[in-house]
C-alpha cells in the first residue's frame, strides 16, 4: 500500500505528506471540520464525528463499546478494541507524542472490513483491522473518554459513502403530464402545417402580384412554396406559447407553497421532539395522493419501541398491575377541550384492552367526540394554550418506571427474608430470574449524568412551570404508589432505592426545579432521566440488548430487585431489604431462534444450590414443563401451568409479547455431568453451533414454572385509526418485519392491520414446491371471491402472513407473478422475519408487477432499501438515528401524521396540481388558437392579431397568478372531511386522466371558436383595425379563462378574491398605460390607443359579455348538470360541510353506509361479520388470533 | 423563517398556529347545482333578451347602402384601362349612378370599401415606419429598415412616407351628386374630409415634421421622394385644405390603421348637414358620383365599393349583435328549462340537503 492509497483530495494531501514523512508532526487542521489525516481527536461525545482509529480509551483493557444503531439498527453493543501495540494505557497516552505513520486503504463503503497498518517510530508495523475503527454516527456507550485518529471524515466516511444518492423521483403526475406536452406540441406542428399549408393554397389563388405583397429588398417575392416553408417556422413562433413552458415554472412555484403548506402543518407537529414534518423531496408531493400499496415498518413505526412491562403472573396468580396500566392510559387521555367535527367512525371498536379505557373516555365516546381516537381532527388550539406551559415534555410515560401491583407487593412482603424460606419462594424466584436471567449491562450513573448535561446544556428551557408542576405531580405519585414500601425500606441502607424524608424530598423537587429549568430539551428521555436523579440518588442503568429485557430487569427493579452488577462470573442482586446478594454465574446459555429461550445458570451463595432460571416464549416452555415423574407434579404445580397458560393466551390476545419464566435446581451430579458436555461441545470444531445448541437443551428440561411476563412493545398514538382509515382509503397496508411472526400478528390485531373478520392466508413453507402448491391452492380459494375496485377482494377481507424464508421463495422469479397475484386480492399482509433486502425486494415487485404507486414508511436504518425503492419514502424520526430520514422523501415523527400526510396534504396537492395542470393546458390553446383562427383571414401570413407583448403578459402577469393561486390554496374538500372520510382519498386519485386532459383541449378549441368569431362576426365588414379587433379578442379571453378558473375553484377565499379582481385590475391598468403611452416605442406595432377607443365604444361591452356568456355555457351547463344528476362522492363531501354539526354526523353515516355497500370500499365492519351485533359494541373483545384458511405448513 | 429562528424553547419550530398557514382560511364554497343556478339562467336570459331586443329596434333604423363600383357604368373602361400596366400612372374618370329608395335621416357617413385586400399580412403591416410619421426629423431622412423594400428609390432618396402600406394607399377620389328627381337641378352633396380619423392620431401619433414659420411644408419634405405608387407628393395630398397635407392628411392616416381583415371599409367622409336639402340627412333621390379611378384591384381579384351608411350608438349598421343576442336569450332561456325540469325531477337530494 502506497501514499497514493491514503484518502483525502488534493485539497488534503499536503497533509498527508506532513504526516507520511516520519518524523514530521503537523498538527494544523487545515481541512475544515474534522479533516481527516493529521490530527488525533480526543471524543468524549457520544455520537463518533468521523472515522477514527481507536488509540486509547478510559477503559484499562483499551476497550470501547459502541452501539451501531445508527448505522445498522442494531442496538446490540459492539467491542472495539485500542490499536495494539502502541503500547500504553490511556492514562499515559499522549497524543502530542504519537509520532506514527498510519496507512489505510481508500475510502470505501464497507461497513465490515477495514485495512490499515501503523508504523510506529521504531519501524515495526502493526496491522488494524475493524475491529479498532470508530465509525461515524456510532454511539459510544460505558466509556468515558476515547482517542482516535481521524481516518476518513465527512463524504469519505463509510457512513457516507453507505448513503445512496436517492435515485431521481418524478411524481406520476409529472410523467403524464409530460405525455400531455407531448400532445400539444404534435397539435402545434399540425396547427403549424395547417398554416402553412393554407399559405401557400392562398399565395397560389393570388392571380397577380398585389400591392399588399411587400418584395423582399431586391424586389423580388418568394416562390410560393418558398414561402410557405417560411411560414411553418413563424407558425411555430407565433404558437408556441401553446407549450405551457410556464406551466413548469408553476409547477414548481405551487409545489413550494405546497411543501410550505405541508411543513407548517400544525397537526404534523410533533411537539415532543419539536419537530415539523421535513419535505426532503419537494417534487413529489401530489404523488402523496397517488398511493395505493402502503408497507410500513413495524418496530419504532408502528410502535414506540419501548418495551414496557405490563403485568405478570406468577404461580398462577395474574396481577393486572392496574395502576401501571392506569398511568400508561394517562397519555392517551383525550382532550376534553378539543372540537370534533364529526365523528369518523361511528361504529369503531373500543380501543384496544391495554391502554385501560376508563369511565371517562367511555362517556366521551357515547358522545360522539372520539377525540382520542382522531387527535388531529380538530386543530388543537387548546393544546397550544397548554403547550406554552411545556406539558409536552412529559407526553409520554416513564417508561421505566414500573407502578408495582399491590397485590404481588404484599406477597414480597411475606417472603421471609431470613433463614431458609427464601429458596422456597417462588416469588422470590420469579423476580431474580427477572433480573439476572438476562445479558443486561448494568453502568454506572455518573456516565450517564455526564451526557444528561451535555444534552441539557445545550437548549433553553422557556416553559418550566408546567413541567415541573407535572414533574411534582409525577413524584407524589410515585410517592403514593411507594407508600407501602415504607415499612419495608424502613431502616435500610440509605443508598438502596429508599424514599428519603419528606422534607428532604421536597428540598430536591426544588433542586429539580432548577434543573427542569436547565434542561428545556422536551424529551421523556431527559425527563425520565432528572425524574429518577431525583428519587434515588445512587442511580444504575441497563444497558440491554433488546428492549424487552431492559424492561423486564426495570420492572424487577421496580419490586426491588435492582441488578447491580454483571461481570462474566457473578452478578449482583440487591434484595428488596436492602442487601445485596451476588449470585455465581456458572454458565449463560444464550438466546437463539431454534430455541426460543435463554437460561442462566447460578450458584446461590447461600444455600449453595444450583439453579438454572429459563427465559422464553410460552409454548417452547411449556413443553419442557414437568419432568419424568410429572405424575408426582401435585395439583398446585400443574394449576400453576394451567392458570398460567391462560394468563399467556390473555396477554397474547391483547397483543403483549409474553415471556415464561421457569427454575430448575440442578444437582451437583446433573452438573459435573452436563458441564463435560457442555465443553465437549464448546470445544468442537465442526457443527459447534448445533452442538453447543444441543448442549443447551440438555439441561432445559424437567422445568417448574414461574410465571409469565406481558410486555408492550407500545403502539404510537393513534395507530390502528391510522391504519383503520389508510384501509378505507383504499390504500393496502402491508406490514414488513423482522419480529417473529407470533408477535408481528398479535400487533397486526391490535393495530387493525388484521381485523376479527379477515381471512388471513398463513403463508409458511419450508421447501419450494410446498411454497408453490399453497400459492396455487390459496389462489383459488380466493379467486371464489369477487375482486373490489383495486383488485383486492372486499369481501370477506383476505389478509395474508407470509414469513421471510417463504417470502423469498415467492419472490423467485417463477413464483412472482402467483404471489402478486395473491397479494394483490389481499387487503392487508404481514410479512414476517424478513430482512431489509427482502423489505426492498417486496415494494419493488410489487410497484413494478403491479404498476402501483407505493409507500414506505420506517424508522430505522434496516428500512432505508424499501424507503428509497419506494415511489415515496416516508422516514419517521425517533430513536434509531437519522438515516431512515436521510433516505427518505418526508419525514415524519409519528406514524398517526401519515394519515393526515395522505390523506389530506396527499389529496390536496394532487387534486390541486392536476386541475392547475389541465387548467394551464386549457388556457394556453384556448388562447392560442385565437391567434391561429386568425391566420385564415390574414393569408396565413403569421400576423398577431393582438400585440405581441400583449400575448406574452397574458400568460406572463394576467392569467398566471389565479391559476398558480388555485393550486396552491384550492380545497376541494376540508382537511375534517378528509379525515373523516377516507374514502374520499381514492376518489380524488383519479383527477388527472387523458380524458380530463382532451376534454379540456376540447373545449378549449370551442371557447376560442367563441372567442374569435363573435368578434368577427360582430366586426365584419366593418372598418376596424387590427389591434382594434385584436382588444376585445384580447379581453374576452381574460374574462372566459378567469371565470373558467372560478367555476373550477372550490372554495373561494379573500385571497381568490384579491387575485382575480387583480388580475383583471392589473390588466386594465397595465394595458391601458401601455396603450397611451407607447406611440411608437414598439415598432413597427402600433398599438396605440386601441384599448381606449374600445373602452368608448359600446360594442366593445356588448361583445364582452355576450362571447363570455356563450363560452361558458357548456362547461357552466355540463357542472350543474353533473352536481345535480350525479355529484361525486367530493361534492357530496363538500356538501356536508355546510351543514350543521348533527346533521353532519347524521349524513356521514347514511353516507358511509351507502358508499361502502355501493363502492365496496371499507373494510368489514363488525355489523357484516356478526349481523347480530347493532351498534356500537358495549366492550370491546378482544382480536381472535389468525384463522386458518389454508394448511399450515409448519 | 427568520422569525422563527429568533424563537427559542421547546416549541420553537412549532408552526404559527394561522388560519392561512393551517390553510382553514374561511371560504366561500359555491355549490353549482340547478337549485342555486336557476335564478342566475333565467336572469341571464331575460338580460340577453332585452339587449337582443334593443339593439334589434336601433338597427332597424339604420340604413346603408353599398355600391360596387369596380366595372359598374362608366368606371369598366378605367378597370379594363387599368389591366394594362403601362396605363398605371395615367388618370381615369368615372361615374356611377345610383338611387336612394329611402331617405337616410342623420348623419350619413361615406365610406370607401375593399375587398380582398389583405392589409393584415404580418410582413406589410410592419412594413411602416411610426417614427417618421409621428414627425421625427431624423426619422424622415432615414426611415426604419422595416420599410423595406421602400425606404429609397433608385437614386436613393429616402421615400416620405416609407414603407409597403404607405405606398399602396387607396387613391380613388369621390365627389357625390344628388338630383332628386330627374331634371332637377344637381347638388353637390357636401362630404366633411376632416375629423374622419382618430383624434389621438391625428394629434399625437402622425405629426408633420417641425417647421418654421417661414418654410412650406414642400420645403420641409424637401430630400425626400414620395412612395412608388403615388402620384402626388405627400405634402400636395389634399390640394384643397393645406392644413390637410403631410403626414397629417387624413386619408393617409385613415389608410395606415390596417384593417383587420380582407373585406373592409374605410371611411372618406362625413355628411356636411349645414345646407338645404341636406339638413336631415340625405334624402331619397338619384345620385352619382364621379370617381377618379386609380387603383388597381386586378391583382387580388378585388373589388371597390362606395358605402353609404347611417350609425347608431353601437356604430354601424350591425345585424349580428342583436341577433347573437336573441339566440344566445333562447339558448340559455331552453338550457334553463331544461334544468327546471332536472331540477323538478332529480334536485330534490341536493334541496333535502341543504335543509
Known amino acids: 500500500m502506497d501514499l497514493s492509497d491514503t484518502p483525502g483530495g488534493p485539497h488534503c494531501l499536503d497533509q498527508y505528506l506532513d504526516q507520511a514523512l516520519p518524523g514530521t508532526r503537523t498538527w494544523t487542521r487545515h481541512c475544515p471540520g474534522p479533516g481527516p489525516g493529521p490530527g488525533t481527536a480526543r471524543t468524549n461525545i457520544e455520537v463518533v464525528p468521523a472515522d477514527l482509529l481507536l488509540l486509547a480509551s478510559s477503559d484499562p483493557q483499551g476497550v470501547c463499546l459502541l452501539e451501531t444503531a445508527n448505522l445498522d439498527g442494531e442496538t446490540t453493543l459492539k467491542q472495539r478494541r485500542a490499536v495494539a501495540g502502541l503500547g500504553r494505557p490511556a492514562t499515559e497516552f499522549d497524543p502530542e507524542n504519537f509520532n506514527c505513520l498510519v496507512v489505510c486503504e481508500r475510502p470505501n463503503d464497507n461497513l465490515n472490513h477495514f485495512k490499515c497498518y501503523v508504523e510506529r517510530p521504531d519501524k515495526v508495523r502493526v496491522g488494524v483491522g475493524i475491529e479498532s475503527l470508530l465509525l461515524r454516527g456510532c454511539t459510544v456507550r460505558n466509556t468515558d473518554q476515547v482517542l482516535g485518529f481521524v481516518v476518513y471524515a465527512g463524504r469519505e466516511s463509510k457512513s457516507m459513502l453507505n448513503i445512496n444518492r436517492p435515485r431521481y423521483k418524478r411524481s406520476k403526475l409529472e410523467r403524464a403530464l409530460n405525455r400531455d406536452v407531448l400532445c400539444c406540441v404534435a397539435l402545434l406542428f399540425s396547427m403549424c402545417l395547417v398554416g402553412a399549408v393554407g399559405h401557400f393554397m392562398w399565395r397560389r389563388s393570388l392571380p397577380g402580384t398585389p400591392p399588399y405583397l411587400v418584395p423582399d429588398p431586391q424586389g423580388s417575392l418568394d416562390a410560393p412554396s418558398l414561402s410557405a416553408f417560411y411560414m411553418f417556422f413563424t407558425m411555430i413562433i407565433l404558437l408556441q406559447i401553446l407549450i405551457p413552458i410556464s406551466l413548469y415554472v408553476s409547477i414548481e412555484l405551487v409545489k413550494m407553497a405546497q411543501v410550505f403548506f405541508i411543513t407548517n402543518d400544525v397537526d404534523l407537529y410533533d411537539a415532543e421532539w419539536d419537530r415539523r414534518v421535513q419535505c426532503r423531496a419537494l417534487n413529489i408531493t401530489e404523488d402523496l395522493g397517488q398511493i395505493q400499496y402502503v408497507f410500513s415498518d413495524k418496530t419504532g413505526t408502528l410502535t414506540e419501541n419501548k418495551m414496557v412491562f405490563s403485568r405478570c403472573s406468577v404461580m398462577g396468580t395474574e396481577y393486572p398491575h392496574k395502576e401501571n396500566a392506569v398511568r400508561l392510559a394517562v397519555v392517551d387521555e383525550p382532550d376534553p377541550d378539543q372540537e370534533v367535527v364529526f365523528d369518523q367512525r361511528p361504529r369503531r371498536r373500543r380501543p384496544p384492552g391495554w391502554t385501560l379505557a376508563g369511565g371517562e373516555e367511555e362517556e366521551e365516546e357515547e358522545s360522539g367526540s372520539g377525540a382520542g381516537q382522531r387527535p388531529h381532527a380538530a386543530p388543537p388550539r387548546s393544546k397550544a394554550a397548554r403547550s406554552a406551559h411545556g406539558d409536552v415534555a412529559f407526553s409520554s410515560p416513564l417508561e421505566k418506571e414500573v407502578v408495582p401491583d399491590k397485590a404481588l407487593l404484599q406477597q414480597i412482603v411475606k417472603i421471609d427474608f431470613s433463614g431458609g424460606g427464601r429458596e422456597v419462594d417462588p416469588y422470590l424466584d420469579f423476580f431474580l430470574a427477572l433480573a439476572i436471567c438476562n445479558t443486561v449491562v448494568v453502568s454506572t450513573a455518573t456516565a450517564q449524568r455526564e451526557r444528561l448535561s451535555q444534552l441539557s446544556s445545550g437548549s433553553v428551557s422557556t416553559g418550566p412551570s408546567y413541567a415541573l408542576s407535572s414533574l411534582a405531580q409525577k413524584v407524589g405519585s410515585l410517592r403514593r404508589s411507594l407508600a407501602s414500601w415504607k415499612p419495608l425500606t424502613r431502616g435500610a441502607s440509605p443508598d438502596s432505592q429508599v424514599l428519603a424524608p419528606e422534607e428532604e424530598e421536597e428540598e430536591e423537587v426544588d433542586e429539580e426545579e432548577e434543573r427542569g429549568r436547565a434542561s428545556g430539551r422536551s424529551g421523556d428521555m431527559d425527563a425520565l432521566r432528572s425524574c429518577r436523579l431525583v428519587v434515588d440518588s445512587d442511580e444504575v442503568l441497563f444497558e440491554a440488548e433488546s428492549p424487552d429485557e431492559a424492561a423486564l430487569v426495570y420492572a424487577a427493579k421496580a419490586y426491588g430487585f435492582t441488578l447491580l452488577a454483571r461481570g462474566p462470573a457473578s452478578v449482583a442482586v440487591r434484595l428488596p431489604h436492602g442487601e445485596r446478594l451476588e449470585l455465581e454465574v456458572l454458565d449463560t446459555l444464550s438466546f437463539d431462534a431454534h430455541r426460543k429461550r435463554m437460561s442462566v445458570l447460578v450458584r446461590h451463595p447461600v444455600t449453595g444450590e444450583m439453579v438454572l432460571y429459563t427465559k422464553g416464549a410460552d409454548y417452547t416452555l411449556m413443553e419442557l414443563l414437568g419432568s419424568p415423574c410429572a405424575e408426582q407434579l401435585n395439583d398446585d404445580q400443574r394449576s400453576v401451568a394451567a392458570n398460567c397458560q391462560k394468563h399467556l393466551d390473555q396477554y397474547a390476545k391483547e397483543g403483549l409479547r409474553t415471556l415464561c419464566f421457569t427454575r430448575k435446581t440442578v444437582s451437583e451430579r446433573e452438573y459435573s455431568e452436563w458441564s463435560t458436555l457442555r465443553q465437549t461441545a464448546l470445544a468442537a470444531m465442526d457443527n459447534r453451533g448445533a452442538q453447543v445448541r444441543d448442549s443447551a437443551v440438555h439441561l432445559e428440561r424437567d422445568l417448574s414454572l414461574l410465571g409469565a411476563t406481558g410486555i408492550v412493545d407500545r403502539l404510537q398514538d393513534s395507530v390502528p385509526d391510522t391504519i383503520e382509515a389508510l384501509r378505507e382509503a383504499g390504500i393496502q397496508v402491508w406490514v414488513l418485519t423482522g419480529d417473529k411472526p407470533e408477535t408481528a400478528v398479535n400487533i397486526a390485531y391490535a393495530c387493525r392491520l388484521l381485523d376479527e373478520g379477515d381471512m388471513v392466508i398463513n403463508m409458511s413453507s419450508k421447501d419450494k414446491r410446498q411454497c408453490a402448491s399453497m400459492l396455487d391452492c390459496t389462489l383459488e380459494a380466493v379467486r371464489r371471491y369477487p375482486p373490489g375496485p383495486d383488485g383486492a377482494v372486499t369481501d370477506p377481507t383476505v389478509a395474508m402472513v407470509i414469513d421471510g424464508r417463504t417470502l423469498a421463495m415467492a419472490l423467485e422469479s417463477d413464483l412472482q407473478e402467483r404471489f402478486v397475484e395473491l397479494a394483490r386480492r389481499c387487503r392487508s399482509v404481514l410479512c414476517c422475519r424478513v430482512t431489509p433486502v427482502q423489505k426492498s425486494a417486496v415494494v419493488k415487485v410489487i410497484r413494478d408487477k403491479l404498476k402501483v404507486m407505493t409507500l414506505a414508511v420506517g424508522d430505522g436504518a434496516n428500512d432505508v432499501n424499501m424507503i428509497q425503492a419506494a415511489d415515496v419514502g416516508i422516514g419517521i424520526s425517533g430513536q434509531e438515528g437519522m438515516q431512515a430520514v436521510m433516505a427518505s422523501d418526508f419525514a415524519i415523527c409519528r406514524f398517526k401524521h401519515l394519515r393526515k400526510l395522505v390523506l389530506v396534504h396527499g389529496h390536496w396537492c394532487h387534486s390541486r396540481l392536476a386541475h392547475m395542470i389541465v387548467y394551464f393546458f386549457y388556457k394556453n390553446v384556448a388562447y392560442v388558437n385565437l391567434l391561429f383562427w386568425y391566420q385564415f383571414y390574414c393569408g396565413f401570413s403569421g400576423t398577431t392579431v393582438i400585440d405581441i407583448w400583449l400575448v406574452i403578459f397574458f400568460n406572463l402577469f394576467y392569467t398566471s397568478v389565479p391559476p398558480i393561486m388555485f393550486g396552491i390554496m384550492d380545497r376541494d374538500v376540508s382537511a375534517e372531511t378528509l379525515m373523516g372520510l377516507p374514502e374520499l382519498y381514492r376518489l380524488g386519485q383519479g383527477e388527472y386522466k387523458s380524458s380530463i386532459f382532451w376534454v379540456a383541449i376540447l373545449d378549449a378549441f370551442y371557447q376560442s371558436l367563441v372567442c374569435f368569431f363573435i368578434p368577427y362576426l360582430t366586426y365584419r365588414g366593418s372598418d376596424v383595425d387590427v389591434f382594434t379587433f385584436g382588444t376585445p379578442l384580447n379581453t374576452v379571453s381574460l374574462f372566459t379563462v378567469l371565470l373558467h378558473l372560478s367555476i373550477e375553484i372550490k372554495a373561494w377565499t379573500a385571497v381568490h378574491w384579491g387575485v382575480m379582481m387583480g388580475s383583471v385590475g392589473v390588466f386594465f391598468v397595465s394595458i391601458l398605460a401601455y396603450n397611451a403611452l407607447c406611440v411608437t416605442c414598439n415598432p413597427p406595432a402600433n398599438p396605440y390607443w386601441t384599448l381606449q377607443a374600445q373602452m368608448g365604444d359600446p360594442v366593445f361591452y356588448l361583445v364582452c359579455l355576450l362571447t363570455t356568456v356563450v363560452a361558458l355555457l357548456p362547461r357552466y351547463t355540463f357542472h350543474v348538470l353533473r352536481n345535480t344528476l350525479r355529484p361525486s362522492p367530493l361534492l357530496l363531501a363538500r356538501n356536508l360541510e355546510r351543514l350543521a354539526p348533527a346533521a353532519r354526523r347524521r349524513w356521514t353515516q347514511g353516507w358511509r353506509g351507502g358508499t361502502r355497500g355501493a363502492a365496496a370500499e371499507g373494510t368489514p365492519r363488525e355489523e357484516r361479520t356478526a349481523p347480530g351485533e347493532e351498534g356500537p359494541s358495549p366492550t370491546w373483545t378482544p382480536p381472535r388470533p389468525p384463522r386458518d384458511t389454508t394448511t399450515n405448513a409448519t | ?355
Not at chain 2, 352633396?189 to 414642400?218: C, M
Not at chain 2, 350608438?313 to 347573437?324: C, S
Not at chain 2, 333562447?330 to 328549462?337: E, H, K, W
Request: net charge positive; hydrophobic share 40%; aromatic share 14%.
Open chain 2, 1 to 355: 423563517m427568520g422569525k422563527e429562528a429568533a424563537k427559542t424553547g421547546p416549541l420553537a419550530h412549532r408552526p404559527d398556529n394561522s388560519a392561512f398557514m393551517q390553510q382553514r382560511l374561511p371560504a366561500w364554497s359555491p355549490m353549482l347545482t340547478t337549485s342555486t343556478v336557476l335564478p342566475f339562467m333565467y336572469c341571464m336570459a331575460v338580460l340577453c333578451l332585452v339587449v337582443g331586443v334593443s339593439l334589434l329596434i336601433t338597427v332597424q333604423g339604420t340604413q346603408e347602402m353599398k355600391l360596387d363600383y369596380t366595372e359598374a357604368g362608366t368606371c369598366n373602361n378605367c378597370f379594363q384601362s387599368l389591366k394594362n400596366v403601362s396605363n398605371a400612372g395615367k388618370s381615369c374618370s368615372c361615374r356611377v349612378v345610383f338611387t336612394l329608395e329611402h331617405e337616410f335621416k342623420g348623419d350619413v357617413f361615406f365610406y370607401y370599401g375593399l375587398q380582398n385586400f389583405h392589409q393584415n399580412l404580418r410582413k406589410y403591416m410592419d412594413s411602416r415606419d411610426d417614427a417618421q410619421m409621428v414627425g421625427r426629423k431624423q426619422n424622415l431622412k432615414n426611415p426604419s429598415s422595416y420599410c423595406e423594400p421602400y425606404i429609397r428609390d433608385e437614386k436613393d432618396v429616402p421615400i416620405a412616407p416609407c414603407g409597403a402600406v404607405a405606398n399602396s394607399m387607396f387613391n380613388d377620389s369621390f365627389a357625390l351628386q344628388y338630383q332628386g328627381q330627374p331634371g332637377d337641378p344637381i347638388n353637390t352633396v357636401p362630404l366633411y374630409r376632416k375629423g374622419i380619423a382618430w383624434y389621438t392620431d391625428e394629434n399625437v401619433k402622425f405629426r408633420n415634421p417641425h417647421k418654421n414659420k417661414s418654410q412650406t411644408l414642400a420645403q420641409v419634405f424637401e430630400g425626400t421622394t414620395s412612395p412608388p405608387y403615388w402620384q402626388k407628393p405627400v405634402y400636395l395630398l389634399d390640394p384643397l385644405d393645406a392644413t390637410n397635407n403631410g403626414f397629417i392628411n387624413e386619408d393617409l392616416i385613415v389608410w395606415m390603421r390596417e384593417a383587420a381583415f380582407p373585406n373592409f371599409k374605410k371611411l372618406y367622409g362625413v355628411l356636411v348637414r349645414t345646407q338645404e336639402p341636406f339638413t336631415n340627412g340625405l334624402p331619397a333621390g338619384n345620385y352619382s358620383i364621379d370617381i377618379v379611378y386609380n387603383f388597381p384591384v386586378q391583382y387580388f381579384k378585388g373589388r371597390k365599393q362606395v358605402v353609404l351608411s347611417t350609425v347608431t350608438w353601437f356604430g354601424g349598421q350591425n345585424r349580428f349583435l342583436p341577433i347573437a343576442y336573441l339566440v344566445t336569450s333562447g339558448l340559455v332561456f331552453i338550457i334553463a328549462i331544461f334544468l327546471t325540469v332536472i331540477w323538478w325531477k332529480f334536485g330534490k337530494d341536493a334541496k333535502n340537503m341543504n335543509e
